[in-house]
Structures are given as C-alpha cells and as structure tokens.
C-alpha cells in the first residue's frame, strides 16, 4: 500500500516516515535514488509503499520548498536561531550568517534569546527588533517568554539552531515536558558547550508543531557554497530593502562607496553597525568562494 509521509529522521541508511497517524515507518530508498543522485533529508515529504509491518521503501520525493547542506534538512518554514547573552555570549556574527543563508532559502529567522533570567541582552535584543526579525526573550530555566515561542512555532516546521550551550534542547524539554533531549553542560572552563545533538531529527509536539533540533552553528560555516555570490548578499539583509536602487553608483556594494543610501541608513541609526559589519565579513567572504565551488 502506497502513503505519503514525512522524514523526521535519516540515519544510516533508513528513513523514518511519519504518515500522519502516530506509526513512525522505517523505510529503505528504492536504487533508482542513488542512480538520480537524490538524497533524501528529514523533512522531505515523500511518497512511500507500506510493507504493513513496520518497515516500507521509498517511491518518491516531492517538490522541497528548501533545503540545507549543512544541517541536511529541507521543507524548513522558520529557523529559530537560539542566542544568548549569558554564558556562552552569542557573536551577532553567527547569527547574522545563518540569517542570510535562511533568508536566501526563503525561511523565516526567529531570534530567540534565552537565559534572560541572567541577563537581558538589550542590545543583542533591539539589533534584531530593529532589522524586522521576531525577536523574543526567553528562560528555559524560569519560563518566561516560552508561552510566545510556542505561538511562534505553532502549525509550522521549525529548525533550532544556535552556538552550543545556548540551550536549545533545554528550550525544547521545557517546551514539551516529557521530551528529554540530552542537555549538555556548558563547560565553564572553556565557557562553551559540547555538541550532544549528533544528527538532524524531526519532532512533533502535542500541539502539532514540527521541530528539529539541528547540530549548532559550526556546522553552517564549513560549506562556503552556502554564501550567496556577492552582488546577491545585499538580498539577504531585510533592512536595506528601503535603500536598494537608490545608491549613486550602479552596482553599489555598500561598503565605503560614496553616494551610498545603505550606508547613509547606517550613518542615521536605521541599520545597525553589528548588522552592516556581518555583511561586509560575508561579502568579504563570498568574493573568495569560485564559482565551481558553488551549488
């Protein structure tokens, strides 16, 4: 019997569908996906055959709305990017380049703050507020500002991410009890946590959202192909939309160009210096990745 599902899990060879009536299949690609070169991720909606006894073969992928190298993952709606101003203190950096990656795969960015019960990280908080993202305080520890995450991410597929020791899996049990991802210790020699997520996994909660918790942001910077080609990284800060096409020169890159509308933005407060900073390291980046490397 043929059904169609979703992959929450990949690993070793398996894949585990869910067709939407609390079973988990776990199925084998049929040959002709390694003869097509196709790889399916968590997340792929797929058509697959129901041996009836718990296991069953993959047909077919459908179309993906997105996907992702590094975390392999794809259908992603919104990445929830978990920061925080405690320890381990979040390098603005780090998000900003995952948020470009997202927003060139037309995936919304959350920016979630946790350990707000230690310190508030205002000025993390209002970079993000100020560049259109939804931005929330939250406190796995305390619970303040869960109720608004879990509104957030209600009827969509989320992917967690962040530098570990944020708390991303802490977030994760404190948002369905009973969940009991493995948490980490931040090592407060190092002030960084260990990586306790070891491949990309799909859940649902009892209030039908879909998360994954993804390993953290290292694994985003070690595929330049994920940088979008120079002249296209403008598209992927939100904020200098307004400023686009109204530089003095054709072909502006926004860095130290004189007639520049982006940087005259910057110069009034409407963008943020951490903002602009990331884009000049990202554009300084992609000028460095040749074409042949790209996607």
Not at 47 to 55: A, C, K, R
Not at 116 to 132: I, K, R, S
Not at 149 to 178: C, D, H, Q, R, W
Not at 190 to 218: C, I, K, N
Request: proline share 4%; with cysteine; charged share 25%.
């Amino acid at each position: 019997m043929t059904g169609e599902g979703m992959i929450l899990k990949a690993l070793s060879g398996f894949y585990y569908v869910d067709p939407g009536d609390g079973r988990l299949i776990s199925c084998r690609a049929r040959g002709k996906f390694r003869h097509q070169k196709q790889s399916p991720l968590a997340g792929d909606r797929v058509v697959f055959t129901d041996l009836g006894d718990g296991t069953g073969a993959l047909d077919e992928i459908l179309p993906r709305k997105n996907e992702f190298q590094r975390p392999a993952v794809a259908n992603i709606d919104q990445l929830v990017i978990i920061a925080s101003g405690a320890v381990p203190v979040t390098d603005p950096f780090l998000i900003d380049r995952v948020v470009s990656i997202a927003e060139g795969r037309s995936c919304q960015s959350v920016v979630c703050i946790n350990k707000c019960d230690l310190d508030a990280a205002t000025e993390l908080y209002q970079t993000y507020v100020l560049a259109g993202f939804p931005t929330l305080r939250v406190s796995a520890e305390t619970g303040e500002g869960l109720d608004q995450l879990a509104a957030l991410i209600s009827g969509k597929v989320s992917a967690f991410t962040g530098n570990s020791g944020v708390g991303k899996s802490s977030i994760l049990n404190a948002l369905e009890p009973g969940f009991q991802l493995q948490v980490g210790q931040v090592s407060d020699k190092l002030g960084r946590g260990r990586h306790t997520t070891r491949h990309v996994e799909l859940f649902r909660l009892s209030s039908g959202a879909v998360v994954a918790d993804t390993p953290g942001f290292s694994s985003f910077d070690t595929d330049r192909a994920e940088l979008r080609r120079p002249e296209e990284l403008q598209d992927t800060f939100r904020e200098f939309a307004p400023y686009l096409g109204q530089c003095r020169f054709t072909g502006c890159a926004h860095i130290k160009e004189k007639g520049c509308a982006v940087l005259a933005a910057l110069r009034e407060g409407k963008i943020s210096s951490s903002r602009h900073a990331s884009y000049v390291r990202l554009y300084q980046q992609a000028k460095e990745v040749p074409e042949w490397e790209r996607n």
